[in-house]
């Protein structure tokens, strides 16, 4: 009747090691419990006696398992005497100060990780800390099942000031670029072959890292490309002082056969010039219509290493393999499908730095979309081989899901804090990234992202505090027990559970109690409430402002101009304009163009998405209007600006390519709304200490009540003051008209 069905850690300190127990009945008191270790053989360790809970929930404390003795690399096992052993979850044990002072040790935390090459050698370094031993495997080939090792080498523990941190090292004689290697790490008596977590190359779909001499990656010019905030030509022009940031994913840029570009779905088509559409040479693709459009920054879906596309089927099918990737594999390895040679380590790396190099030469920032929030799985994934239980965050035994993806990451933690930081600030030096866009951000702890600001801060001689950083400040499910147990909680209510620190919370409890004041004021956020305002509810049936439901949405949209820290009663809590991404549709959304149409009653036609109809036109304009005079970020989709359609589907992740990609010839049809943006765009650019990163729109006055009540007609009237110059914003989405005046003279119309 006391058999135990489950067992976890849930505290280890001076007085022992406490575990929580479940039993197929009530626990009885007085029942006796056994531990086990698995390097200790069969006999018990220690018997405690059990104490008796609720609903089949017991608890008993070893005094034996101390922090002194603990074991981190044993695997503890424990039993009644009528029940076989289970084994003790240990996951909450990577939270006890036992664990912070011997594993996260500031030596520890100062080391390089990854395969390094040092003048004649090659140094390998592993954060290990559960492992009993770890191989270096080194191959020819980066295809897992190409080859046999070249060679297996055991790699030694490096001894600390405090003792062993759970590092492992090798030095091998040789300049060992261009070999392909991974780890057997043994944890729990299980081994496990995996990548290196800290690889910076790797071959085909990313089974094997790959030792890289990166200055021979670099492509002619390369030692002269700056990123956007160091460019004299991008500060003249403007670029680098008003983000105007155009989201598309690589192989959307490409991928139509009106594109005009050879190198369809890869990096290389961002090198091509003078491409127009094929019998239309009038309508320029690609980067020369992205100079022409006006756009800063173009802001890349993911292009890390990421799992879902076969790099190795590329080239055998008619429409290959798509996905957005958001689904990491390796953090700070080039996805090489968009590469021509993904078998290669260094061509991804290559063709990626022709690709940033190319946009800076236009005068075009690049921002990456990053995915440090969950990994793609856990099993048979580099951080949880190298380190199990440590780099994801864990709910009573089982793993936490904010991400909805199945895990979490756990930034709170040194060693994944440290992770984050190191990899953003690799591919900022790296690849002259100029800026980063965080994947549910909400879930990160703001001691990270206040951490990586002030880091990105001092590149450059400070030049780097213009490098872009915003994201979603939303999660989409609550995070697990171990955050708290991390930040010293000591009450479970919304702010209260992180024991009256607001400073140790997550961005998404910032965002949905108390506001993002505590953020840096250079981190941003989309604003979800005003995108909702402007053109209706993202996965549901709402209208907006701009698309018949004017008066219920207008607060939103005003709050939104303002750069959603005015009083207007509505929306999103920022504390300053430098924290607005004001956006109208992304990746994730129903394109503008979709959201207006479906509406009408010929929705269900695909045709009916096509045309350019006149009225669903204005509505576009008006919503554009709205998000191009908003102060911090302005974000577009690309294609947004030429009608650009899915066909009323909005969550298109792994629809087929031939849905995502852009279809340049809509220019034609849609030369009208496109000439609009181009408008707006320049209005803003010319203007930029209006509408610039750090500036706050001033709304100085509006028609109609913007409270919701029945008598208000939407109708905005809005002025923005440059020193002596002022523009005056009036949008009327009831008679669908408009105009926008500089200094009395109205330049853009509606």
């Known amino acids: 009747m006391d058999k135990i069905t489950a067992a976890r850690f849930t505290a280890l300190g001076a007085d022992g090691a406490t575990v929580e127990f479940t039993t197929a009945s009530p626990v009885l008191d007085g029942v006796r419990v056994s531990v086990y270790a698995d390097k200790y053989g069969a006999r018990p360790i220690q018997t405690a006696v059990a104490v008796k809970l609720t609903d089949n929930v017991g608890t008993v404390t070893f005094d034996a398992l101390g922090e002194d003795a603990f074991d981190f690399s044993a695997d503890y096992r424990m039993r009644t005497e009528s029940s076989p052993r289970v084994t003790i979850d240990r996951a909450a044990l990577v939270d006890s100060a036992k664990f912070i002072s011997v594993y996260e040790t500031a030596e520890v935390q100062n080391l390089e990780y990854g395969a390094t090459v040092c003048g004649r050698t090659t140094v390998f370094r592993l954060w290990a800390p559960f492992a009993t031993g770890v191989v270096l495997n080194l191959y020819a080939a980066g295809d897992r099942a190409s080859d046999r090792p070249l060679g297996s080498h055991p790699m030694r523990k490096r001894i ?7 590092v492992w090292e090798l030095v091998l004689a040789g300049d060992l670029s261009g070999r392909y290697y991974t780890y057997s790490v043994t944890n729990f008596g299980q081994t496990a072959e ?9 071959g085909v779909n990313g089974d094997r890292g790959m030792i890289v001499d990166l200055r021979a990656t670099d492509p002619d010019g390369w030692a002269h490309d700056t990123r956007l905030a160091a460019s004299r030509d991008a500060v003249a022009a403007g670029n680098a002082d008003v983000p105007i940031v155009w989201e598309l994913h690589v192989g959307d840029f490409s991928a139509s056969p009106d594109s005009g570009m050879v190198n369809k779905g890869k990096y290389l088509a961002f ?57 990491p594999e390796n953090y700070n390895i080039p996805e090489g499908s968009y590469s021509t040679d993904p078998a290669r380590g260094e061509v991804r790396i290559r063709e990626f730095k022709q690709m940033v190099m190319a946009l800076h030469a236009a005068g075009i920032g690049v921002v990456m979309d990053v995915v440090y929030n969950h990994t793609y799985q856990t099993g048979g994934q580099a951080f949880h081989d190298a380190a199990p239980f440590y780099y994801h965050r864990t709910s009573r035994g089982r793993l936490s899901n904010a991400s909805g993806c199945g895990n979490e990451t756990a930034t709170e933690r040194a060693m994944m804090r440290k992770y984050l930081i190191e990899s953003v600030l690799y591919w900022a030096n790296e690849y002259h990234i100029d800026g980063f866009r965080f994947d549910l951000m909400g879930i990160h702890d703001l001691v990270t992202i206040k951490t990586l600001r002030a880091a ?42 992180y024991g009256g620190n607001a400073n140790n919370c997550l961005i998404k409890d910032m965002f949905m109690y108390n506001g993002l004041s505590a953020l840096p004021e250079r981190v941003a956020v989309f604003n979800g409430s005003g995108r909702d305002a402007v053109r209706g509810g993202n996965d549901g049936p709402g209208r907006g402002w701009a698309n018949g439901e004017a008066a219920r949405c207008m607060s939103g949209v005003m709050k939104m101009l303002e750069g959603g820290c005015g009083s207007t009663g509505c929306g999103m809590s920022l504390a300053s304009g430098s924290q607005n991404v004001a956006y109208a549709c992304a990746h994730d959304n129903y394109t503008l163009w979709d959201q207006v149409v479906g509406w009408e009653a010929g929705k269900k036609s695909p045709m009916y998405y096509e045309n350019a109809i006149s009225e669903n036109v204005k509505k576009c304009k008006l919503a ?8 911090g970020i302005c974000f577009m989709l690309a294609g947004e600006e030429m009608g650009r359609t899915k066909h009323g589907n909005h969550n298109s992740y792994n629809s087929p390519s031939k849905l995502n990609r852009i279809e340049w010839s809509r220019q034609n049809e849609f030369a009208e709304l496109t000439e609009f943006y181009k408008k707006l765009i320049a209005l803003r650019k010319n203007n930029a200490d209006a509408f610039g990163y750090a500036s706050t729109v001033t709304v100085e006055g509006c028609t109609g009540n913007f409270t919701g009540s029945d008598d208000c007609t939407g109708k905005i009237v809005y002025t923005v003051r440059r020193g002596k110059k002022e523009i005056v914003f009036t949008l009327d989405p009831q008679s669908l008209s408009g105009s926008i005046a500089v200094d009395g003279i109205v330049e853009i119309e509606i």
């Open 271 to 327: 090198t091509e010039s003078g491409t127009t559409v094929p019998g239309m040479p009038r309508l320029k693709t690609g980067v020369d219509y992205l100079k022409e459009l006006g756009v800063t920054y173009v802001h890349l879906n993911p292009v890390y290493d990421f799992a879902t596309v076969d790099e190795g089927a590329l080239g055998l099918i008619e429409d290959p393999d798509f996905n957005w990737g958001y689904d």
């Open 194 to 202: 995996t990548i290196d977590p800290y690889a910076r190359a790797c």
């Open 624 to 631: 554009a209007a709205a998000c191009l005079a908003s102060s």
């Open 160 to 166: 600390t000031g405090g003792g062993f941190g759970g």
């Open 456 to 497: 990105l801060d001092r590149l450059d001689g400070g030049r780097g505090k213009k490098i872009l950083l915003y994201g979603e400040p939303w999660a989409a499910d609550n995070t697990g027990e171990s955050f708290y147990a991390r930040t010293a909680a000591t009450e479970r209510g919304e702010f209260g559970r």
